[in-house]
């Protein structure tokens, strides 16, 4: 079976739930990690939530497989895991993919813009 994008998102936007800012602000207060996987330079050129965790989409499995030398401590399956990107894309398709490898608590914020808390602008590099 192929798959496309549009067959990917369809699966994980109906495996992730999709939650605003003010219920992500909720879970974030009782303990849930705010993941940002939103490239480096992505996170240069717009800020970030303030207190987000930071992993790239494209270093995900490794940092979330417990049996890898790569393995992102705060990642845990027992901890809930509101995730965000850009606009929400990439945020669904590592929804999925965190709920395949057992974890079961994952949300789907959406883009940095639906965070309602507060943020840390970008640094200017100055001159």
Sequence with gaps: MVLTVK???????????????????????EGALLLDLRDTPELERAGRASGAHHIPRGMLEFRAD?????????????RVIVLHCASGGRAALAGKLLKDMGYDKVYN?????????????PVDPGM
């Design 66 to 78: 417990p049996d890898t030398p790569f393995h992102d401590p705060e990642l845990r399956k027992d």
């Design 109 to 121: 914020l959406g883009g940095l813009a639906d965070w309602t808390g507060e943020r840390i602008e």
């Design 7 to 29: 067959d990917m998102m369809a699966a994980a936007n109906a495996a992730v739930p999709r939650i605003d800012g003010a219920r992500a602000q909720q879970l974030v207060a």
